[in-house]
């Protein structure tokens, strides 16, 4: 896979972590989160998998990417908590036809490819979070992630020009970004909210919530979506012709419990010679794994 293909799977799914100081003050513990006492130590672990037919044959290519955080609070009071986040490992691989990559932030081996992650281990991200809802209503810290992206594969033609990576990963690591991912991993039960949608999904969607699951749907006329996948120098468009979310949430003794998502749609595109299908499946885990 090229670093320009691999640039758009890490703005589509780029992602990030935070370290998190106890403050004083208290949330809805009952029914949400408080955050006391110790940090936490939690795994979030992403893969996507997307394929295609091509001159008769199947083409499928698996990315899978786990982060490990260290989640702390710095201030919890009125029902609002700021929360330090760290990332302290990265593990990821990229297989395929052609393709065979892995990458461990804490082996210190390279990669060609995933080897810009070394600059995501040690982040730090600031979260704002409401403790009855888990809704975050701001991530801070991801430009310094993505402008260490960037620093990580320079342009090798022209050490002048921007990273071939920049672009995507301002877009993956940027706040709305950040704060949009965040709020999917700590969302807690409540009455159906409407979401935004991460490229190249466009648009916003209802989460319904029955129990501690819950589902996405989107408007009776959002399918088929038409959106554009590259710009320049060759434009990419296409339609996303179906789309199915699904996933749980919830909180244990003030904490997150740990959590997990389902994502699946159907992306039709307009190649340079014949329409191309592409079936997209996510799937996410969010675990505690806290020693204890």
């Known amino acids: 896979m090229s670093r320009a293909v691999h640039g758009l799977w890490l703005m589509v799914y780029g992602a990030a972590a935070a370290v998190l100081t106890v403050g004083s003050g208290a949330c809805f513990a009952a029914e949400g989160y408080d955050f ?41 009071e009125g029902g609002k908590a700021e929360l330090a986040a760290t990332v302290v490992r990265v593990i990821a691989t990229h297989r395929g036809p052609g393709s065979d990559h892995s990458f461990d932030s804490a082996s210190g081996k390279d990669d060609e490819l995933l080897g810009h992650l070394k600059a995501v281990e040690g982040s730090v991200l600031t979260l704002d979070v409401d403790c009855l809802t888990g809704a975050v209503a701001a991530v801070r810290g991801g430009e310094g992630i993505a402008a260490a992206v960037a620093a990580r594969a ?7 020009a921007p990273s071939p990576l920049a672009a995507a990963a301002a877009t993956a690591y940027s706040p709305e970004a950040l704060r949009r991912q965040w709020d999917a991993l700590l969302a807690l039960p409540a009455a159906a ?20 699951d819950w589902t996405l749907g989107l408007p009776a006329d959002a399918l088929p979506m038409a959106i554009t996948l590259v710009r320049d120098p060759t434009p990419v468009n296409g339609r996303v012709m179906t789309f199915t979310a699904t996933g749980s949430g919830g909180a244990a003794k003030g904490w997150p419990a740990g959590g997990r998502g389902d994502l699946r749609f159907t992306l ?19 675990s505690d794994v806290t020693p204890r």
Do not use: M
């Open 36 to 76: 006391n006492g110790s940090a936490r130590t939690y795994l979030y672990d992403l893969k996507q998998e997307v394929s295609w037919q091509s001159a008769g044959d199947k083409l499928t290519f698996t990315s899978q990417v786990a982060w490990k955080l260290v989640i702390k609070a710095r201030k919890v």
């Open 154 to 160: 320079p342009n090798r033609a022209d050490p002048q």
């Open 193 to 212: 909210t409407s979401v935004s949608l991460g490229l190249p999904l466009t648009g916003t969607a209802t989460r319904t919530w029955t129990g501690a």
């Open 268 to 286: 039709e595109l307009g190649a340079l010679t014949q329409p191309v299908a592409q079936n997209h499946h996510l799937t996410w885990t969010f």
